[in-house]
């Protein structure tokens, strides 16, 4: 009996051991160079599989006009197969999976799927329509690494403000709505269930409060990181809840659960579909927001396809329609002329330049400050996850 | 309680009645268990209700305790109406078939329910309780649980939980049953011995007619729902009232019609019990052909027949004897000596009887 | 005695029950063993890959943040809320239906009573959110009374999560008051009981160790959740609702939050066990 209990540890002993070097070998590749852009493409492989955000990748489900991914299968033989994530980090570890191609990356997510090795340096030459796109979303460094693309520019857009109109009065016209007001909503005050929404709390701060000299709302120091914290917690008493999943939040403000917070376009759009008196504003502080790009992954199974993908999304006509879908800057300025509303280029200030330097595209924080400070060490994005723990208690 | 200071026992009053039942009528849906039953058991008695299986004693008895409510009828316990009063409040503890101990309680908490549940202070409970314990000869188990103890130690638990606070009735639900023959035995004599030393009216209910015969004052045969005679053993087995009694209290060679008029020379029906026919030599005078039959001088009644069986069973043997045309006796022998040589199958032997010991029963 | 066994059917058993053995090994203690190890590493808190660097930042974290302590508090008594309730509702229920309803009407009563869990989690969870939303029928219930409704957040946790697992607690305690002999509350009542006394020191003691063994399944289950707390708890946080935001970003700090509820768990199986209800699951 003795003896077989032994040898029993032994094994499971055994396999102990096997599993640590099983897993030891996961950690070999640390050089983070995801691959080689290809030079030329072959034949599609009947499927591809996509992390997009929600509205990028509609296929009708949800209304029957907006349809981009079932013309894109009729023509190219791809099978798109669509996972919609409500973060951009969910995007970052979904990528890690390896089991998707393509993914539409924001500012936060981009360059730690470059460094990572996770997402491969894209060969623009295999892009026709990448020709088209606006100068000032080409080699920007939340898109390409020693001026290698390493993804396709798809649109931008900044954060908004929604309300219920029929709660909310005055209409808000500030950030602080949800900050230093957010008391008269107690209750019913949503925000971006993200780390990442530090940053709409700094940029309220740079406005509030001058002194504590925030340049860029994801170049904090721990000062300023407080600061924000602390706007934060504050906020924490008036929420409701938080949101990430944006079904959740069309329901919470459809039920009047929430009647005031961040959103995106395309939330209100679908919250006004759903007859619910919403409207959503760009408040005078300007907003924090995203620029997307398309990338494909170090392993794709389908890249052939995926790069297909990526000309088709930012092709005139397709473009045109995600970015009216969704509620954002087009990337093709060809798309400008594809628009159902000959406005909407102007409405979302497609080319202007000067309007996008109000927006604080979402970008992942690091140590060494983004906003050139080099007297002062910034809070990292894993200090803010747990700042972000901490204003949720 | 009031209810345990208004039935202190004189003594005086010699029969007081302890439970009667008064035309008490169960039906389970169409079935009818108890049948207009009429029942006296008087203050201090042992008395024993005892029928086969599905006679409707055990519903008898749950009537009794309260667990049944019966469909007609009145039920009295130390002469109250108890009809509609609940089992909690009657004055009437159960010794249940299997026991029935709480299993998570020790044998203490047990025995001690009934005084816990009337909010008897600690020390004297636990004092009741080990007295009772003593009573059952269980000193020194009072912190075992009831799995840890045998099935004979378990009755003992069942009998001091039931009699922990003197209840005026014990009823006992065929509470033998499931021991052995010998602890059986040992508990028919205990028990008699605590029924007699605590004065409690017992109620039991068996289809052990030894069990009844041994412990009991007085017993009632039950049958379908009905009491077919009520008196004491003795009566009871050497006075069957019925058939069935003759021939459910104890053996009996039963004999009806023409097997009758042959065998015990009348017409009616009979009951001879087996012990009391005396096996002779065959070879004797006084035995006479069983043909002519013809009452002998010395009111013996004498017949001839061929033993077909022997089955030796301890403290006596039964014979099973052949009469000409095919009538059978059982006979019962004491094994006071050995047997004759001539006592084997196949072999002629005599029977005889004294004319009294087949009496009639009604049929 | 059995004879034991012939060499050959030895030799059958053995190779029958490797791939099980083998497979709860691998499967089940040795993900949980990577899992645990995995907390004593580190994470590059850029590209949030796994650094393999062997050291104990992690659980030094998890002591000392107070946030992590109130979390794990709040998580527990959510959990402990859960359970009570559940063992509350439970015993009425479960002694309706095997001991008050007629024998005719059990099965449907247990049917009725499992036919939730067939229905999805996420579906059940996003029904009580309605329900319990600003316009939804909780609110409005509630409304001539003068109350409001819970709204989301804590209570609405508690109440959605004993919905989901109350199943879990009456089977087991319908299963025992089943078992129970109709002798041992007649036996009660002989000896001079009435209802509510025979409850308490026949019944209650009786169904003890299916309450504990539904207990373990209504803790465990309230402790690892975090998909209801997303959808009507507000802005609570539990401890899975961190554990899953930090699965994406930071795999070894998960690994030591997950050694939280699998600590308390076991502790919880560990007094659970010394009560003696782990003979009745």
Same mark, same amino acid.
């Given at each position: 009996?003795?003896?077989? +209990? ?62 981009? $991914? ?12 669509? +996972? ?40 623009? +030459? ?41 709660? $909310? ?15 008269? @909503? ?5 925000? @971006? ?24 709302? @994801? ?6 990181? !407080? ?95 995600? *970015?009216? @879908? ?24 497609? !080319? ?23 007297? *002062? ?17 | ?51 086969? =299986? ?161 412990? =009991? ?53 009979? =009951? ?92 | #005695? ?36 995995? &907390? ?31 979390? &794990? ?8 809320? /859960? ?74 946790? /508690? ?9 879990? #607690? ?5 299963? &025992? ?75 070894? #700090? ?16 560990? &007094? ?10």
């Amino acid at each position: 009996m003795r003896k077989r +209990k032994t040898s029993a540890w032994r094994s499971a002993a055994a396999v102990c051991a096997l599993l640590l070097t099983a897993a030891g070998c996961g950690s070999g590749d640390d050089d983070g160079k995801g691959g080689h852009a290809p030079d030329q493409l072959g034949k599609g492989e009947g499927k591809v599989n996509i992390i997009a955000w929600a509205g990028y990748a509609e296929d009708g489900s949800n209304d029957p006009e907006v349809d981009w $991914v079932h013309p894109f299968e009729k023509k190219t033989g791809c099978q798109v197969n669509t +996972k919609t994530a409500g973060t951009s980090d969910e995007m970052v570890s979904l990528m890690k999976t390896g089991q998707y191609d393509t993914v539409s990356a924001s500012g936060d997510a981009t360059l730690r799927l470059i460094a990572s090795g996770d997402a491969a340096p894209v060969n623009t +030459k295999l892009v026709p329509h990448y020709k088209d796109i606006f100068p000032a979303l080409k080699q920007q460094p939340f898109n390409s690494k020693d001026g290698q693309m390493y993804g396709i520019p798809h649109g931008r857009g900044a954060n908004l403000l929604m309300y219920r109109t029929d709660k $909310v009065k005055p209409a808000p016209d500030s950030w602080r709505a949800v900050f230093d007001d957010s008391a008269r @909503y107690a209750g019913h005050v949503t925000a @971006y269930d993200s780390p990442i929404y530090i940053a709409d709390a700094a940029l309220y701060l740079m406005r509030a409060k001058p002194s504590l000299g925030i340049k860029n709302p @994801y170049a904090l120091d721990r000062k300023q990181l !407080d600061a924000a914290v602390a706007l934060l917690k504050k906020q924490h008493k008036a929420v409701g809840e938080y949101w990430s999943d944006y079904q959740k939040e069309i329901t919470a403000f459809k039920g009047g659960d929430s009647v005031i917070g961040t959103t995106w376009q395309v939330i209100a759009n679908l919250t006004k579909a759903e007859k619910a008196p919403v409207k959503a504003v760009l408040p005078k502080e300007g907003a924090t927001g995203w620029s997307d790009t398309w990338m494909v992954s170090a392993k794709a199974e389908h890249p052939n396809c995926a790069y297909k993908w990526l000309d088709w999304i930012v092709s005139p006509k397709v473009n045109a329609q995600v *970015a009216e @879908y969704f509620g954002e800057a087009p990337s093709n300025r060809k798309a400008c002329a594809e628009t159902s509303a000959p406005d909407h280029c102007a409405t979302f200030h497609a !080319d202007d330049e000067k309007y996008f330097q109000r927006v604080h595209f979402w970008t992942t924080p690091i140590k060494e400050c983004l906003d050139g400070r080099k007297d *002062a060490t910034c809070t990292d994005y894993a200090q803010w996850t747990r700042a972000w723990t901490e204003v949720k208690g | 309680m009031a209810e345990t200071e208004t039935r202190t026992r004189t003594g005086t009053t010699a029969t007081r009645t302890a439970v009667r039942l008064e035309a008490v009528t169960k039906d389970f849906g169409t079935v009818r268990a108890v049948d207009a039953v009429d029942l006296t058991v008087h203050e201090g008695e042992f008395f024993s209700l005892l029928g086969p =299986s599905g006679s409707g004693k055990t519903t008898l008895l749950r009537l009794v305790a309260g667990f049944e409510q019966p469909t007609a009828g009145r039920i009295e316990l130390a002469g109250q109406d108890v009809t509609a009063t609940p089992p909690n409040r009657r004055d009437a503890h159960t010794v249940f078939q299997d026991y029935a101990l709480f299993p998570h309680m020790t044998v203490e908490q047990n025995v001690a329910y009934a005084l816990t549940v009337r909010g008897v202070r600690k020390a004297e409970r636990l004092a009741r309780a080990r007295e009772a314990l003593t009573t059952v000869r269980l000193d020194g188990f009072a912190a075992r649980r009831p799995a840890e103890l045998s099935g004979g130690q378990r009755q003992r638990v069942a009998l001091a939980r039931a009699l922990v606070d003197r209840p005026a009735v014990l009823l006992l639900d065929e509470p033998l049953g499931a021991l052995d023959l010998a602890l059986r035995q040992e508990m028919q004599t205990e028990l008699k011995e605590l029924q007699r030393t605590t004065g409690i009216t017992f109620l039991l209910v068996t289809h052990d007619q030894d069990e009844a015969l041994t412990m =009991s004052d007085r017993i009632a045969v039950v049958r379908d729902g009905r009491i077919e005679q009520t008196g004491p053993p003795v009566e009871v087995y050497e006075r069957p009232a019925t058939a069935f009694v003759a021939g459910f209290v104890g053996t009996t060679n039963l004999l009806r019609g023409e097997a009758a008029v042959r065998v015990v020379g009348r017409p009616g029906t009979y =009951s001879i019990r087996p012990e009391r026919i005396l096996l002779t030599d065959p070879a004797e005078p006084s035995a006479v052909p069983l043909v002519e039959p013809e009452p002998p001088a010395d009111g013996r009644r004498t017949v001839t027949g061929r033993i077909t069986d022997i089955v030796h069973a301890g403290a006596h043997t039964r014979f099973t004897i052949a009469l000409p045309h095919g009538d059978r006796l059982t006979v019962l022998r004491q094994n006071l000596t050995g047997l004759p040589e001539s006592a084997r199958p196949g072999c002629e032997i005599g029977l005889s009887w004294d004319e009294k010991d087949a009496f009639p029963v009604p049929s | #005695m059995p004879a034991a066994p012939a060499p050959g059917s030895r030799l059958r058993l053995t190779a029958l029950l490797a791939p099980p053995l083998l497979w709860l090994t691998l499967a089940y203690l040795g993900s949980l063993a990577i899992l645990l190890l995995s &907390a004593f590493w580190a994470t590059d808190s850029f590209t949030s890959d796994v650094v393999h660097t062997w050291n104990t930042d992690n659980f030094h974290e998890l002591l000392t943040t107070p946030v992590y302590r109130t979390i &794990a508090l709040r998580t527990l008594s959510i959990a402990v809320a /859960v359970t009570v309730i559940d063992a509350l509702l439970a015993l009425p229920m479960a002694f309706c239906m095997a001991r008050v309803a007629g024998r005719r009407w059990r099965r449907p009563l247990l049917v009725a009573v499992l036919t939730p869990l067939w229905a999805g989690y996420l579906v059940k969870a996003y029904a009580w959110r309605v329900m319990l939303g600003e316009d939804g029928v909780v609110g409005a219930a509630l409304a001539p009374f003068g109350l409001h409704g819970p709204g989301y957040g804590t209570t609405a946790v /508690v109440i959605v999560l004993a919905y989901l697992w109350l199943p879990y #607690m009456i089977l087991p305690v319908y299963a &025992a008051l089943e078992r129970l002999p109709e002798r041992m509350l007649e036996a009660s009542a002989d000896l001079g009981a009435g209802a509510w006394r025979t409850l308490r020191s026949v019944v209650l003691p009786a169904v003890r160790p299916a309450v504990l063994a539904g207990s373990v399944f209504t803790f465990s289950l309230s402790l690892g959740d975090y998909l209801t707390v997303q959808i009507v708890g507000g802005k609570t946080q539990l401890l899975g609702n961190v554990i899953a935001s930090q699965v994406t970003l930071d795999l070894p #700090m998960a690994a030591a939050l997950s050694a939280v509820p699998v600590v308390l768990i076991v502790c919880y199986l560990a &007094a659970v066990r010394r009560a003696g209800a782990l003979d009745s699951l």
